[in-house]
């Protein structure tokens, strides 16, 4: 199953995605593919928050925050949470080591091979569409490219959830 969890900034979307995640795994080993960089205080901070939300429900961290269409993905696991596909895209676009012009199949095939590899995969993204601001034209790119791989991915998906203030919101399908 491939269930994709959206939600604005601090919409509760990382806690919703690891309930679905571990629900869909039934006990079953799960990995988190945790996309963001790891320099710098903010990210440590961030991280350390995750990886405390995350502790003792059983998750193997595999840190790759770019070049997807390199991932290894290690064997024997049922589940995979993927968080999530903004710092994905900008660590691809912005990243002098990311895929540059292939971000798109470079993301796209690091998805399918998580989903060839596991049963159920569940990726986070973010709704940041809808602030009305015109930025920069990088920025502009940016959100468009990321709309892009939301739709994508929605599309695919058997489940699309959106939590609002940490209220979950079926957008698509039915979560088992």
């Known amino acids: 199953m491939l269930v994709v969890v959206t939600g604005g900034a601090a919409s509760g979307k990382s806690e919703l995605a690891e309930r679905i995640i571990c629900r869909l795994a039934k006990g079953k080993p799960m990995l988190y593919v945790a996309a963001m960089e790891t ?3 903010e990210a440590q ?5 995750h990886r405390a939300l995350r502790a003792g429900k059983g998750f193997t961290t595999l840190e790759h925050a770019k070049r997807f269409d390199r991932l290894a993905v290690p064997p024997g696991y049922a589940a995979a949470l993927f968080e999530c596909m903004s710092n994905a895209l900008a660590n691809e ?3 002098p080591e990311g895929a540059g012009e292939n971000w798109k199949q470079s993301i796209v095939t690091g998805i399918q091979k998580l989903s060839t590899a596991c049963e159920h995969v569940v990726i986070v993204t973010n709704d940041i569409f809808t602030d009305g601001v015109t930025y920069a034209p990088c920025t502009m790119a940016y959100l468009h490219h990321l709309g892009e791989l939301n739709q994508l991915f929605s599309r695919q998906a058997d489940a699309v959830v959106e939590s609002v203030c940490g209220i979950p919101v079926m957008r698509k399908g039915a979560l088992v």
């Open 93 to 95: 676009l912005f990243s």
């Open 45 to 49: 901070r961030r991280i350390a928050r």
């Open 39 to 41: 320099e710098g205080e």
